[in-house]
């Protein structure tokens, strides 16, 4: 019996946290011990846990201001993870970001400590970022969700590394309703922030009425922008078909139900709500950014991809799913393969026999 490990900063809404969930719940009923170690203070989890998944809560999760502060910051979550994993012995550390791997390797040396990269590197230019980076190259092995990520890792430790992409967890029916038996609603789902582009989706959707006026617009998520995105919706006259509706328990069902899935992000790690969406039969459009979609969605053939940053296509490829109900009832009968592509049972294969050592 292995004691597997995962390390992150919380359990809270969000990709990461949901990945880590249901790999835990797999994990721990293979038979081994599994335990969950956040940086952040207690908190409920966001997501369905397993009763035998452990919980260790450090409420050490703060901001830094400058490079001196986190510096600071991070030697105190070095000791902190020194006596826990010294408390708990565990096998193996699974952890969230690149920050906690080298934070992880730095507190015990002698544990096996795999990196799981979910953010876009890209988007991580600061001098903390770099040097964490380059640290990298200590942690024993690195999993990132697409080639892009790893491209921007040093090479001793893209030669270590392994990409693995999000499963799918959701559960849902074997038999998917027909595109044209859903809901004529163009579904958004993720946290409202800037980055999103939520902003764009609303101005796309603005000119959709066009072509069918019965065409509702559900955007789901919480965040930041919630307040911007309401008032837009406002400015653009939208308030009898465009809505935030804020998050949901049942994202299988809303899909489900949903025609079109759009998302129009300026960057991503790898986007879950798209896996989410392809697997549920939803006809999706997408921004062709980095990282993810370009290595979900094959243009025209499980989906359509877009230009960041412009209304315009957006607004072009969602018109032309709803004039051509062929082509997107096509699109989404494509993407559901990869129910079997990116199932869970298969991910979490990978995961386990990459972190703990397993060969052949």
């Known amino acids: 019996?292995?004691?597997?490990?995962?390390?992150?900063?919380?359990?809270?809404?969000?990709?990461?946290?949901?990945?880590?969930?249901?790999?835990?719940?797999?994990?721990?009923?293979?038979?081994d011990r599994v335990s969950i170690v956040l940086l952040d203070e207690e908190k409920e989890s966001s997501f369905y846990l397993d009763e035998r998944v452990r919980l260790y809560f450090l409420g050490l999760n703060s901001a830094s201001s400058n490079l001196f502060q986190s510096m600071?910051?991070?030697?105190?979550?070095?000791?902190?993870?020194?006596?826990?994993?010294?408390?708990?012995?565990?096998?193996?550390?699974?952890?969230?970001?690149?920050?906690?791997?080298?934070?992880?390797?730095?507190?015990?040396?002698?544990?096996?400590?795999?990196?799981?990269?979910?953010?876009?590197?890209?988007?991580?230019?600061?001098?903390?970022?770099?040097?964490?980076?380059?640290?990298?190259?200590?942690?024993?092995?690195?999993?990132?969700?697409?080639?892009?990520?790893?491209?921007?890792?040093?090479?001793?430790?893209?030669?270590?590394?392994?990409?693995?992409?999000?499963?799918?967890?959701?559960?849902?029916?074997?038999?998917?309703?027909?595109?044209?038996?859903?809901?004529?609603?163009?579904?958004?789902?993720?946290?409202?922030?800037?980055?999103?582009?939520?902003?764009?989706?609303?101005?796309a959707f603005a000119s959709v009425r066009d072509v069918d006026p019965d065409f509702r617009l559900r955007i789901f998520g919480d965040g930041p922008e919630e307040a911007k995105i309401k008032e837009k919706i406002g400015l653009l006259g939208l308030e009898g078909s465009a809505f935030v509706m804020g998050l949901t328990k049942d994202v299988a069902g809303v899909l489900l139900s949903s025609r079109i899935f759009v998302l129009a992000s300026d960057f991503e790690g790898m986007p879950n709500g798209l896996i989410e969406a392809m697997a549920c039969g939803c006809a999706c459009v997408s921004t062709d950014c980095d990282f993810g979609p370009s290595e979900l969605i094959v243009n025209r053939e499980n989906g359509l991809l877009v230009p960041k940053g412009d209304a315009g296509a957006i607004a072009s490829a969602l018109k032309e799913l709803i004039a051509d109900p062929d082509l997107a009832s096509s699109c989404a009968k494509s993407a559901q393969k990869i129910r079997d592509t990116h199932s869970l049972e298969k991910i979490a294969d990978r995961y386990y026999e990459y972190a703990c050592g397993i060969t052949g």
Not at 3 to 24: C, D, M, P, T, W
Not at 148 to 159: I, N, V
């Open 1 to 31: 019996m292995k004691h597997i490990v995962f390390l992150n900063y919380s359990l809270q809404n969000g990709g990461a946290e949901r990945v880590i969930s249901s790999l835990a719940n797999d994990f721990v009923k293979r038979g």
């Open 72 to 203: 600071a910051h991070m030697f105190k979550e070095v000791r902190a993870l020194r006596r826990l994993f010294r408390k708990i012995e565990p096998d193996v550390v699974i952890s969230f970001q690149c920050r906690n791997a080298v934070l992880a390797k730095t507190a015990c040396k002698n544990i096996r400590v795999i990196g799981s990269e979910r953010a876009n590197p890209e988007r991580m230019n600061t001098k903390t970022d770099k040097w964490l980076r380059k640290r990298s190259a200590k942690v024993d092995g690195f999993i990132f969700q697409t080639n892009g990520a790893k491209s921007y890792y040093p090479t001793e430790t893209q030669k270590k590394s392994v990409v693995i992409p999000n499963g799918f967890s959701l559960t849902v029916p074997a038999v998917l309703p027909d595109y044209r038996e859903r809901d004529k609603v163009i579904v958004a789902t993720g946290r409202l922030a800037g980055t999103k582009r939520y902003d764009l989706i609303l101005d």
